[in-house]
Nanobody, 118 residues
């Protein structure tokens, strides 16, 4: 059974940084891409950043571009999200996901809470 586990969330003040981690375990045949999403109550889950196998293509939402970076090793099923210059509007539950090549299967983590408040 495939599992994704996020860690690194917490409570920080505006302007501070956090680094989120995600690790996959179980029988994953292959991973085509990994990504971070976030969700707040009453809103759709939002794609924040993604990385393809080999790290050749990275995507960042406009709301985090220039502040967040994504890295990892999709072959190992690990991905990180470095979040700098955090703002209160970044507060959300952050979810890690992994997608097999050609989108055959998608896996989601349980989420980790990030709260940015003074």
């Amino acid at each position: 059974q495939v599992q994704l586990v996020e860690s690194g969330g917490g409570l920080v003040q505006p302007g501070e940084s956090l680094r989120l981690s995600c690790a996959a375990s179980g029988s994953i045949f292959a991973i085509g891409s990994m990504a971070w999403h976030r969700q707040t109550p009453g809103k759709q889950r939002e794609l924040i950043a993604s990385i393809t196998h080999g790290g050749r293509t990275n995507y960042f939402a406009n709301s985090v571009k220039g502040r967040f970076t994504i890295s990892g090793d999709t072959a190992k099923g690990t991905v990180y999200l470095q979040m700098n210059s955090l703002k209160p509007e970044d507060s959300a539950v952050y979810y890690c996901n992994a997608v097999e090549p050609a989108g055959r299967r998608t896996y989601w983590g349980q989420g980790t809470q990030v709260t940015v408040s003074s």
